[in-house]
Nanobody, 123 residues
Framework: QVQLVESGGGLVQAGGPLRLSCAAS????????MGWFRQAPGKGREFVAG????????KYADSVKGRFTISRENAKNTVYLQMNSLKPEDTAVYYC????????????????WGQGTQVTVSS
């Protein structure tokens, strides 16, 4: 069982940065692939970024490549999403999720989810 708690969301101007954190409970955090997803009003949940259990492999949605960076600190049971050059279209609730397989982009593959944190980018 893994419990996930996101933090770091807020209101930011377009072009600015924001860093999200996701703290996980449990002693087996390092065995999980971690992903970040987002959901804007009226839209489905979409993949943003994923990272392997070791941190050696990452995957990004085309819409965020070059702007967002996912990383993890297994010693702190935490995964991060550094978001730079934010755009109004990045506005959404951001969720972290944990999966025991490989990095995948489909939400239903992930077993555990946080409650989400709101990110709002003003133009």
């Amino acid at each position: 069982q893994v419990q996930l708690v996101e933090s770091g969301g807020g209101l930011v101007q377009a072009g600015g940065p924001l860093r999200l954190s996701c703290a996980a409970s449990g002693r087996t955090f390092s065995r999980y692939v971690m992903g970040w997803f987002r959901q804007a009003p009226g839209k489905g949940r979409e993949f943003v970024a994923g990272i392997s259990w070791s941190g050696g492999s990452t995957k990004y949605a085309d819409s965020v490549k070059g702007r967002f960076t996912i990383s993890r600190e297994n010693a702190k049971n935490t995964v991060y999403l550094q978001m730079n050059s934010l755009k109004p279209e990045d506005t959404a609730v951001y969720y972290c999720a944990a999966d025991r397989g490989v990095v995948v982009t489909t939400p239903y593959e992930y077993d555990y989810w946080g409650q989400g944190t709101q990110v709002t980018v003003s133009s």
